[in-house]
C-alpha cells in the first residue's frame, strides 16, 4: 500500500527514535497480551537511545515484566484541527530493572508514575524493533 | 490488589460507557494482535450504546476487522498538572460494516479518519466486556 493511498509517510528508525526521546508530555500507551487478551495503559516514560523506562506499582504489568515478555509501546500526537500527527510504535521485551547503578540513575530522570500511589518498581523496555508513520 | 495500594478505583460499567459516549476529543488507540505482535493504532471514533464504529482504509486495521478478530479500544484522559485521570478499556470483536441502513447512519455521523487519503470502509467493534479505573 503505497503512502498515496494512506495518507500516511512511513518513518525512519531515527525519527521514531527521535520522536520518543522528545515528546512530551511523556506519556505513551503501553499494551501486551495478558489473559488472552490485549491490554493497554497509559504510561509515564523516560527514553534512553533504545530503551524506555517506566514506574510500576506490582500487579498486571509488573507481572508482564517479570517474565520478560514482549511488549508494546505507542506514543502519538495528533492535531485535530490541522488533522495532522504522527505515531510511533517500539517493540521490545520488558523487564524489571535491578541493577543498584541502573535504578540509582533512574531516580534522577523525571519518571513519574501515572497513578499515585506507592510505584516502588522500574521495568525497563529494551526496544528491538521500531515503526512509525507521519500523515502527510 | 486495593485501590489504596494502587491509587486506582475501578470504573463500573456503566462509568466506562459514558465516557465511552462523551470523551472528546473522538480520538482512542486500537491494539490487535497481528503477526506476533501487538499493534497500537490512535483511531477516531464514534461509541453508541455498546457499539464503536471507525473509518479506515484497506490495510492492518480492515485485514483484521475481515477476520472479525478479538480487539482492544482504549480511550484515556491524563491530566498532568493535576495528576489526576481515567482510562478505560473496551474489548470485543471487529468487523466491517456492510449493512446499507447502518452504513447511510454512519455517514451522517462526526467520524473522520485519524489521516489522510480515501477511507471507504466503515468498521464496527462490538463491546463484550470493559474495564476502567480512575486515579483516586
Known amino acids: 500500500m503505497s503512502s498515496t493511498e494512506t495518507g500516511l509517510l512511513e518513518l525512519s528508525d531515527e525519527e521514531c527514535l527521535r520522536l520518543l526521546t522528545t515528546h512530551r508530555p511523556r506519556l505513551g500507551r503501553l499494551a501486551f497480551m495478558s489473559g488472552g487478551r490485549v491490554l493497554v495503559f497509559p504510561m509515564n516514560f523516560v527514553a534512553i537511545g533504545k530503551l524506555i523506562y517506566f514506574r510500576t506499582a506490582p500487579g498486571s504489568k509488573l507481572m508482564a515484566a517479570f517474565r520478560a515478555q514482549q511488549v508494546t509501546f505507542e506514543i502519538d500526537h495528533v492535531d485535530d484541527v490541522w488533522e495532522e500527527g504522527w505515531s510511533v510504535l517500539a517493540f521490545g521485551r520488558i523487564r524489571q530493572v535491578t541493577d543498584d547503578d541502573e535504578l540509582d540513575d533512574l531516580r534522577k530522570r523525571p519518571l513519574r508514575p501515572w ?15 521500531m515503526s512509525g508513520r507521519r500523515i502527510t
Chains 1, 2 share one sequence.
Open 115 to 129: 497513578a499515585a500511589g506507592d510505584r516502588p518498581h522500574y521495568l525497563r523496555m529494551d526496544i528491538d524493533w
